[in-house]
């Protein structure tokens, strides 16, 4: 499950070239509060830079699975971030029903 939320302050211009969402992306978007009772009780979450999502949402228990970390062990040496690993990997990305990217997170 994937979900563009409306963020509480301006994202910034870095945050906007890294993961291409912009202001008018997530205008109409719902608040993360709204979003996510959707995620609650899983057993898993999986997540790119997990350590951030950690950070930045309500506690959420369960196990998390970091893909970043997954993709230094398996290959060292490369860049990590998402886009990166599809290039140097040449990966074939099935975008979620509800996701309108790969970049959603």
């Given at each position: 499950?994937?979900?563009?939320?409306?963020?509480?302050?301006?994202?910034?211009?870095?945050?906007?070239?890294?993961?291409?969402?912009?202001?008018?992306m997530v205008a109409d978007k719902p608040w993360i509060e709204d979003v996510i009772p959707h995620y609650y009780g899983s057993e898993w979450y999986v997540a790119?830079?997990?350590s951030?999502?950690?950070r930045v949402l309500p506690e959420m228990p369960g196990e998390w699975i970091c893909?970043?970390?997954?993709?230094?062990?398996?290959w060292p040496g490369i860049k990590y971030s998402n886009m990166a690993l599809y290039k140097t990997r040449k990966l074939?990305?099935?975008?979620?029903p509800a996701a309108s990217s790969p970049r959603v997170v």
């Open positions: 499950m994937s979900h563009l939320v409306r963020p509480d302050r301006p994202i910034s211009p870095q945050a906007m070239a890294i993961h291409r969402i912009t202001e008018a790119h830079n997990a951030f999502d950690r893909t970043m970390k997954l993709a230094r062990r398996l074939n990305v099935q975008t979620p």
